[in-house]
Every structure is written in C-alpha cells, then in structure tokens.
C-alpha cells in the first residue's frame, strides 16, 4: 500500500514536469553582454572545477533570458536595479546606530567595497561560520555602529548589498572552496543534489539535467548566482540569492530553508562554485 502510494506520486511528479516542459533551446551565447557600450561581461566560460563532467561551459542566466530582458542590463538606464541601487547608496552614507557612524565613517566611499562581493561567500575572522556579504553587513552594524540587525531579505539589505555588489562588476570571482570552507562545500553539494517536495526535484533535475528545456515560459538556465543580488522585473525589486533559492524550493512544494540559515549559505557556497569562472554582473536584471 505504503510503496504503491509511492510510486503513484513519483509516477504523478514525472509526467507533471514531462508535460510542463516543453522544447529546447540552446542559450544564446552569441549575443554579448556589453554594458553601456563599455563594460564587457563575459557570459559564458570555461567550466569550473565543479562543473567538470557536467557542462562544457558555464553560462550565465542572462544567455537564457528573452533579447529584451538582455537588453535592460546593457543600459544602467534601462536597469532598474539601478535606482535600488542607488538607494543603497543613500544608505551607506546614513548614520544610524549609538555610535553615531555611517558605513562611510569608517569605509569611505563605497568604491572601497570592490572585490568584496567576488569574494563572498567566505569564512569569517574567527573562522567558525561561513559568512555572505548580508553577515558582514550585520556585522558591522551591531558590533561597530551600535545599530540593529537587518533583517536578511529587508529592502535595506538587498538594497545595499545591490550597491556594494556592483562596485565588483566585471571582475572575476576569488572565494575558496576548500580547506576551512570544504564542509561547507560539501554540506552544499549535498542540497544540491537531494530531491525535495512532493515533485521530488532536486536542483540538478532542472539547472543540470534540464538545462535549456522550458518550464511554461521559463528558459531553464544553470541557475547561476553571479547576478545576485539581481533585479526581477516579475517582483520589481531586487531579490537576494537565498530569496530565490526560496522560490525554487517551494515550486517543488516542498517547505523551503530560510533565507540566512546554514544551509542556503553551504548552498550558495556550492553554487558559486559551479559558476566561479563568470564574473560578477553586478546588478543584473532578470524576469
Ligand atoms: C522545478 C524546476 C526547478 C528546481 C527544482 C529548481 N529551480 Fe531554480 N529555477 C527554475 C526556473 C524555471 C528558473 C527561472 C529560469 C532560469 O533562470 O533558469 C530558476 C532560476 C534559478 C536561479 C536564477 C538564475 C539567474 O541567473 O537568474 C537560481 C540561482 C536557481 N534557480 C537556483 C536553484 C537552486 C539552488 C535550486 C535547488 C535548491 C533550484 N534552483 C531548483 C526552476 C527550478
Ligand atoms: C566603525 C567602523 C566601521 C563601520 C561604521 C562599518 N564598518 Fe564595515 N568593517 C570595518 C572593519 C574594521 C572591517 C574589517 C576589516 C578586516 O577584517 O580587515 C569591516 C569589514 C566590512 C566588510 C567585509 C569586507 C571584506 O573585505 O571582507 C564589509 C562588507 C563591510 N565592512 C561593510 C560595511 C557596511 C555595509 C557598513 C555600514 C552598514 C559598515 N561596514 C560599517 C569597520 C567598519
């Protein structure tokens, strides 16, 4: 009884995603991602170690998306994560806290931040916990500001880490995956490829096996994090990594991590390796 009840539903699960998948496309790899006429970003490279076996190139996202969402991220006018961004700004330079400090208090323009976001997720000082850039954010505000923690997936936080992310535009990726972060890596491999929810769906049964099939509308791509925090013109607002990872899971209906916790840092650990050799796209815009 038990095991038929079973077989019913991964039969169900199949056929369900069989029938919303429909066609193929290769990602289009010939258009070039060239950002205010100026700034090249590569969107595809050689694969990473992580993906060896697996891919022959690592692609971004944008190679998946319709020629007018590529279009909004050639243009910082047109990208409207830029105005987010912006705000972040305004945020960076506000004082808040009992110590009466900005961000630029200590860090003077935000300028100083590039190559913080490649080099996200890592292992904190103390080399305990694995860290993102949102914890480091934290950090300094509740050890050095004497402000309040905010919340991860607050405006404020994606709007800032969107801010200091594109500081890192263009440039290549440089965490470590081994040694202290090796755990953590493997703990994030390991989510990676477990099936969760009633559609029994791993993230591999779609960014791997299924890459470039379609999902209803959806162009499935490796699902790279390069471009977060990115700008999804469906929620018209920024979205964070972990908010993302959050939505994937729950279309599998399963109930998600939270955003922030252990695992999704292991995860995006783990899928920052599978992407290590594209560069940061800043704030990149998505649907
Ligand atoms: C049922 C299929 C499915 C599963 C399972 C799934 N995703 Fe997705 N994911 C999608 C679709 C559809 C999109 C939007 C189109 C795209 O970028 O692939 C997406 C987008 C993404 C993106 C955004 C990529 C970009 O460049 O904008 C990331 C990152 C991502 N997924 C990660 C994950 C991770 C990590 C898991 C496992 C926890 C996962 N996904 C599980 C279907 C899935
Ligand atoms: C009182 C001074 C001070 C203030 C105010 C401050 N920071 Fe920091 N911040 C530091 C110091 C010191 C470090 C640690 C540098 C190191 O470890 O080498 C740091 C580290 C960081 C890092 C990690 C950098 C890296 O290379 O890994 C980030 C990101 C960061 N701060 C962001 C912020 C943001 C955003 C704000 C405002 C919300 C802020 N900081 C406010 C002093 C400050």
């Not at 190139?57 to 047109?78: C, I, K, L, N, V």
């Not at 590039?114 to 509740?142: H, I, Q, Y």
Request: hydrophobic share 35%; glycine share 8%; proline share 4%.
């Amino acid at each position: 009884m038990g095991l038929n009840k079973g077989k019913t539903l991964i039969v169900a699960s199949v056929l369900a995603f069989a029938a919303a998948a429909t066609g193929y496309a290769d990602p289009n790899a010939e258009a070039k991602l060239v950002i205010n006429g100026e700034i090249e970003i590569a969107t595809v490279a050689p694969p990473p170690k992580a993906l060896e076996g697996i891919f022959d190139h690592a692609y971004s996202g944008w190679a998946f998306r319709t020629p007018e969402t590529q279009s909004m991220q050639a243009d910082d006018f047109d990208n409207s994560g830029m105005l987010f961004a912006d705000k972040g700004i305004d945020l960076w330079n506000t004082v808040d806290g009992t110590e009466g400090k900005s961000c630029a208090s200590c860090h003077e323009n935000i300028e100083s931040m590039a190559g913080v976001r490649a080099s996200v997720p890592k292992m904190n000082k103390a080399g305990d916990d694995l860290w993102s850039l949102e914890n480091f954010v934290n950090d300094c505000r509740t050890t050095r500001m004497g402000a309040e923690e905010w919340k991860w997936t607050s405006d404020s936080m994606k709007f800032l880490t969107a801010a200091i992310s594109l500081q890192s535009r263009g440039m290549p990726q440089t965490q470590a995956f081994d040694g202290p972060a090796q755990s953590w890596y493997d703990k994030g491999k390991e989510i990676y490829y477990t099936r969760y929810g009633q559609l029994e769906l791993s993230c591999a049964n779609c960014h791997e096996e299924s890459m470039g099939k379609y999902i209803r509308a959806d162009h499935l791509s490796q699902g790279q994090i390069n471009g977060f925090p990115a700008y999804r013109t469906g929620d018209a607002t920024i979205i964070s990594a972990h908010q993302r990872f959050v939505g994937c899971i729950r279309d599998t209906r399963a109930e998600p991590f939270k955003a922030g916790s252990a695992e999704f840092r292991a995860l995006e650990l783990y899928v920052t390796a599978r992407g290590a050799t594209l560069p940061i796209e800043g704030v990149s815009v998505r649907q």
